[in-house]
């Protein structure tokens, strides 16, 4: 009789757990970044080459999200970058990830019109010393600059 009241309280606990991590999950809000995360995950990575850089990026509901910058050539990135208002046709509407290195030379950027977004580490890492940011942003994730 003992080992079946022990049973059946160890069940109701178990069950307690179980839907308790249930609600927490079912009103789990995710922040962008993941939310980002997962959606350029399920997409192809594509990449353009303007103004002598590489710029990584992937399409989103028709418009371009910047997730890395590479330097096409022997020199650096010069220490002024504007980063383009259009990928392939595609309007640049947000910049994720850190997409400099630590070591780029970037210390002047300019973010054009049109750009909604810049997220989680965006620029980390990076000593900027003066950033142009257009009303048109109107979300800039923690760490971003």
């Known amino acids: 009789m003992m080992k079946k009241k ?3 309280i160890g069940c109701a606990a178990a069950i307690a757990v179980v839907a308790r991590g249930t609600l927490l999950w079912m009103n789990w809000e995710p922040d962008a970044e993941y939310r980002f ?4 995950h399920s997409t192809r990575e594509r990449s353009s080459t303007v103004g002598g ?10 418009e371009a999200n910047i997730v890395k910058a590479v330097r096409r ?4 990135f ?4 504007v980063l383009p208002t ?3 046709g595609y ?8 997409i400099f290195k630590n070591d780029d030379p970037v210390r002047s950027l300019v973010i054009p019109e049109g750009v909604k977004e810049i997220g989680w580490c965006a620029f980390n890492g990076v ?3 003066s950033v142009v940011i257009p009303s048109t942003v109107t979300n800039i994730d923690k760490n971003a600059l």
């Open 73 to 76: 050539g022997p020199k650096p």
């Open 127 to 129: 000593r900027l010393e």
């Open 78 to 81: 010069s220490d002024s970058v």
């Open 86 to 88: 259009n990928l392939d």
């Open 37 to 40: 995360r997962v959606r350029f």
């Open 6 to 8: 022990m049973l059946l």
């Open 53 to 62: 850089i590489k710029w990584h990026y992937a399409v989103i509901d028709g």
């Open 91 to 98: 309007p640049v509407a947000g910049v994720w990830g850190s």
